[in-house]
């Protein structure tokens, strides 16, 4: 069995151990392992199948799964070999420490020495990487593993080769550098986040009104037939009064011949027939107009009214009006 696989089984060994001791009751036929301690070997005994297997991977969640359940340090010296086949340096190197200062260095000296020389091997193969933001509080990822927040406490010990590190915060965009590490680099990278803009809400557009297409206006017709109106009264009204300033005229004016006398009423009558004239021109003038102007006036008229409208970050209404 490989070096690897007897301090698997060790750790196991260890592990039953404390299920096996844990309190029973006086009757020990009907008392129980306890469940929680029951579980954890379950977990750990699949991760020694999966790692026998060299599924890594799974080894370690079975690992891990076992530890949170029932800590013992025994366990950590399996997270760090699964880690370490999966080239996690800095995990590996975590969990080979833990290991020691739990209670590992105490153990046997064989098993201790192996994990001591296998830590400072990985200390080799890992760099140290001080992260700062320049905002506090960013939560902080190594290859999307979140590490931290913020100020940090110190800098970061990552495995060597390419590395992604990121920072988040609610409220800023995310960002990300990739950095490339050799063993025992130590370094420092300060990520910049930018807040985000505030989501524009919607808000109220100014309405645009334009008149609407109804064909031409009728104003000018109207004013076109008041103009005619008054121009035939007024015309009207001054060629009565100009026909009775003949009928005074003509009896003093007989055979063509008018006295020196009656030539202030043929003035008035000249001045109130020229009235007559221009007023019944003017209105004849405007009627024409304003038949001519409804006669020519064509299209159809557009529907009138308001239309609310919204669209990306803005809403309103435009229409038309009369």
Known sequence: MSRAGRIIVAALVATSTIILSAPRSSRADDAPINPVLREAASHFERGVKLY?????????????????????????????????????????????????????????????????????????????????????????????????????????????????????KPGYASVVRTVDVAGKDSTEITLRLAPLEPAL??????????????????????????????????????GIVAMENKSHVDPECPNAGCPPGAQSQIDTLKRNAVVSTIGFSIGITGLACGVGYVLLSTGPSEPTGVHPFVGPGVAGAAGSFW
């Open 52 to 168: 026998e297997e060299l599924d890594w991977r799974a080894a370690l969640i079975e690992f891990e799964r076992a530890y949170s359940i029932a800590p013992h340090y025994a366990v950590l010296y399996n997270i760090g070999q699964s880690r370490y086949q999966l080239q996690d340096y800095a995990g590996a190197l975590s969990a080979f420490d833990q290991y020691l200062a739990l209670g590992g260095a105490q153990g046997p000296a064989d098993v201790a020495g192996r994990v001591r020389a296998t830590a400072e091997e990985l200390r080799g193969r890992v760099a140290r990487v001080l992260v700062t933001t320049n905002v506090d509080d960013a939560e902080i990822a190594v290859d999307d593993v979140v590490v931290g927040k913020t100020p940090l406490a110190s800098p970061l010990v990552v495995s060597e080769g390419r590395r992604r590190i990121g920072a988040a």
């Open 201 to 238: 809400a919607p808000h109220a557009a100014v309405v645009i009104a334009k008149p609407a297409r109804r064909g031409r206006s009728a104003a000018p017709a109207i004013t076109m037939f008041g103009l005619a109106g008054a121009g035939i009264g007024v015309g009207t009204i001054f």
